[in-house]
């Protein structure tokens, strides 16, 4: 069993895995309320979700499905920059039309999506601390930042007495970018929680997708996909490792990064058999060894 993780600004600690949620959306109802039902059944809390997702079906599909306001489940959302959202009353406006979906009057986590805006990073953070003020936001944080962004938001926020909560990138076998550019170190550094996403590239290092067994839809076109016999030596040293401790080749994927410090994947789950999959990633570890047998498979994408 991993340990607990904590998020700055909040009072709770995690079981360190989420739910992704970016699939949900009206015409999948069911299987959204299923896979929401089956991880807090399996002590999973952080529903990770955003504005943009299926253009706010996804957050509507949430307030839709959650227990009861708030429940149980510790709900994260984001706030997308857009150009044309000029100034702290269209961003307060974006704010309250994501609590409408939600059926919140105060949401967990609040992110900025991604750092491209023509506000600076310093007048969003000011407007968040301001929100946090409020009592609308709970806790803040960032997607997609670099390293240097994410100390301007840490700093930002520091100036008014915020922590800065956790910075969402993408991070897996797959992609280990931020170990080398320098992201998770800074978040390590600042007390952010590094949150994973894409965690399973997609679905790809779950091993049950092979060249000419390919997924339907855009994914099929992704890198992950079109390369799979490259990565195929890396899904063979998964299930193997999940052999060893009798998990699915998705579970030892989450496991390698859930046991780091201060990283939190949320995979996505389309069903509450993958929710479940996905949830009993982080109540067993691999060993070292296993581990460093991960880190030379995947050292190429580094
Ligand atoms: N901040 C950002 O910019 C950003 C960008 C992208 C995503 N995200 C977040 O990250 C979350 C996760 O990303 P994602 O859903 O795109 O990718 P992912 O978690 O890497 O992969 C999820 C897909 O893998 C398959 N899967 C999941 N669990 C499985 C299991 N146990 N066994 C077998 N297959 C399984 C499912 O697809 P199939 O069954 O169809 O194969 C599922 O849709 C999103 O929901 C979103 O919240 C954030």
Known sequence: MLDQIKLSGSDLAFRPLGVGTNSWGPSTLEGARDALAASLEAGIELVDT?????????ERVIGEILPEPGGDAFVATKFAPFPWRL????????????LERLGLERVGLYQ????????????????LADEVAEGRVGAVGVSNYNAEQTRRAHAALAKRGVPLASNQVNYSLLHR??????????????????IAYTPL???????????GALPSGARRFMPAFRRLAEITPLTEELQAIGRAHARSAAQVALN??????????IPGAKNARQATDN???????ISDSEATRLDEASRRWR
């Open 87 to 98: 100034g702290s009353s269209s961003w307060r406006r974006a704010l309250t039309a994501s």
């Open 112 to 127: 900025v999506h991604w750092p491209f805006s023509i506000s600076s990073i310093e007048a969003l953070m000011d407007w």
């Open 256 to 265: 390698w990064l859930a046991r780091q410090e201060g990283v939190l994947p």
């Open 201 to 211: 590239a997609s679905g790809a290092l779950t091993g049950k997708y092979r060249p």
């Open 279 to 285: 949830a009993q990633a982080i109540d067993f570890e």
């Open 177 to 194: 970018a931020p170990q080398v550019n320098g992201v998770l170190d800074t978040c390590r550094e600042l007390g952010a929680v590094l």
């Open 50 to 58: 955003a504005e943009v997702y299926g253009f706010g079906g996804s």
